[in-house]
T-cell receptor, first 111, second 118 residues
Framework: AQSVTQLDSHVSVSEGTPVLLRCNYS??????LFWYVQHPNKGLQLLLK??????LVKGINGFEAEFKKSETSFHLTKPSAHMSDAAEYFC?????????FGTGTRLLVSP | ETGVTQTPRHLVMGMTNKKSLKCEQH?????MYWYKQSAKKPLELMFV???????ENNSVPSRFSPECPNSSHLFLHLHTLQPEDSALYLC?????????????????FGPGTRLTVT
């Protein structure tokens, strides 16, 4: 079965500093992996996706993620946080005909 | 309109009311989904439709009744709800799952309906 573990429930950064949101996955076959972002009282927006092409995936708003098979990780990074990045982030793995969502990481950005 | 739209955005209803949530996708997808998102709980998949056929019902109480008249529209009919049903209800769509040889495609979400049951 497929699963994801988001290692931090909350991450706090200062504006202008790097962001690292950690995700480990488990999959019995070569997975597709996604990161979604959810701003307060909004739906989930697809940030980026990995589908077995390049291991470094670039997404919207300056985010990127690196697929590391040996570490079963798919961490999300951004070089410089912006106040508008404050939101909940979900790591997602493709299961058999369904998506399996992590429990989410809340990113707090302080001025 | 583009993407996935949901109406209403906010709904307050009493336990004896009947109401419906509407979702429409403008992406040409053939699979549609209802999710429930409650505070401090993981996202819960409720129902899945492929080409208008219900292909998944995750033990959802019968007071929630989905309807999918065509591949672009999805409804969730609500009746005699409980206060614990208060949540954000999200609709999503994707390419047809049955064509993916097992691996799920990414889903595109609507903004959600914030439901409060009093």
């Amino acid at each position: 079965a497929q699963s994801v573990t988001q290692l931090d429930s909350h991450v706090s950064v200062s504006e202008g500093t790097p962001v690292l949101l950690r995700c480990n996955y488990s999959s019995s076959y070569s997975p597709s992996l996604f990161w979604y972002v959810q701003h307060p009282n909004k739906g989930l927006q697809l940030l980026l996706k990995y589908t077995s092409a390049a291991t470094l995936v670039k997404g919207i708003n300056g985010f990127e993620a690196e697929f590391k098979k040996s570490e079963t990780s798919f961490h999300l990074t951004k070089p410089s946080a912006h106040m508008s990045d404050a939101a909940e982030y979900f790591c997602v793995v493709s299961g058999f005909q369904k998506l399996v969502f992590g429990t989410g990481t809340r990113l707090l950005v302080s001025p | 309109e583009t993407g996935v739209t949901q109406t209403p955005r906010h709904l307050v209803m009493g336990m004896t009311n009947k109401k419906s949530l509407k979702c429409e996708q403008h992406l040409g997808h053939n699979a549609m989904y209802w999710y429930k998102q409650s505070a401090k709980k993981p996202l819960e998949l409720m129902f899945v439709y492929n080409f208008k056929e219900q292909t998944e019902n995750n033990s959802v109480p019968s007071r929630f009744s989905p309807e999918c008249p065509n591949s672009s529209h999805l409804f969730l009919h609500l009746h005699t709800l409980q206060p614990e049903d208060s949540a954000l209800y999200l609709c999503a769509s994707s390419q047809d799952r049955r064509l993916s040889s097992g691996r799920a495609y990414e889903q595109y979400f609507g903004p959600g309906t914030r439901l409060t049951v009093t």
